[in-house]
């Protein structure tokens, strides 16, 4: 199994349906992240967290919100997806003690139309 | 806050050829740095990383990347490209508890 896994990898919504991505991780790690990534623009921040009870904006966290469920688990929603959100988001996760860098999921491709 | 700055958006080489793909940061406290590597339709992948000591670090699949304080760069290096190595690669400093990416570089090997 992977050890940060995305669900769904693909999906297709409306405009102004409410959707939501789900990221869980077997790292046992504190700290989770979602990224948005579009061509040419790399990867941006949309939300962090570091435990279950301390989540962060990121640079763009406009138009999503977040939840943590549990240490293992961090889901990402849109409140009313909106065409310009087409994208494709990446959860990670980190340790700091490990300070190997994030261990990334497989992402998930967004279509709004 | 810190930025990564990735000049080269589109880089096509022949096999056998050297790559050399340039990073800049901005960011005033220690330095992490990272290259991942994303194959198509694949996610970012950890190719090297350098947080202290030797500034020349190793990575995996014969990449390199030189840690230059003095410039704010920490460019990627590999003598002899493969077909295998298009992929987009991303530069990425770790500050202000979050890691910061790049815009990406592009690169395109041809057989």
């Known amino acids: 199994d992977a050890d940060v896994t995305q669900t769904p990898r693909n999906r297709i919504t409306k405009t102004g349906k409410r959707i939501m991505l789900e990221c869980s991780q077997t790292?046992?790690?504190?700290?989770m992240y979602w990224y948005r990534q579009d061509p040419g623009l790399g990867l941006r921040l949309i939300y962090y967290?570091?435990?279950?009870?301390?989540?962060n904006k990121g640079e763009i966290s406009d138009g999503y919100s977040v939840s943590r469920q549990a240490q293992a688990k961090f889901s990402l929603s849109l409140e009313s997806a909106i065409p310009n959100q087409t994208a494709l988001y990446f959860c990670?996760?980190?340790?700091?003690?490990?300070?190997?860098?994030?261990?990334f999921g497989s992402g998930t491709r967004l279509t709004v139309v | 806050a810190q930025s990564v700055s990735q000049h080269n958006h589109h880089v096509i080489l022949s096999e056998a050829a050297s790559l050399e793909l340039g990073c800049n940061y901005s960011?005033?406290?220690?330095?992490?740095l990272f290259w991942y590597v994303q194959y198509p339709g694949q996610h970012l992948q950890l190719l090297l990383k350098?947080?202290?000591?030797?500034?020349l670090v190793k990575g995996i699949k014969g990449f390199e990347a030189e840690f230059i304080k003095s410039k704010f760069s920490f460019n990627l290096r590999k003598p002899s490209v493969q077909w295998s190595d298009t992929a987009e690669y991303f530069c990425?400093?770790?500050?202000?508890?979050?890691?910061?990416f790049g815009t990406g570089t592009r690169l395109t090997i041809i057989p």
């Open positions: 350098y947080f202290s000591g030797d500034p």
């Open positions: 790292k046992g790690h504190d700290r």
């Open positions: 967290s570091f435990d279950v009870k301390d989540i």
């Open positions: 960011y005033g406290g220690t330095v992490n």
């Open positions: 990670a996760t980190s340790d700091p003690a490990e300070r190997n860098g994030y261990t």
């Open positions: 990425a400093v770790f500050g202000n508890e979050k890691l910061t």
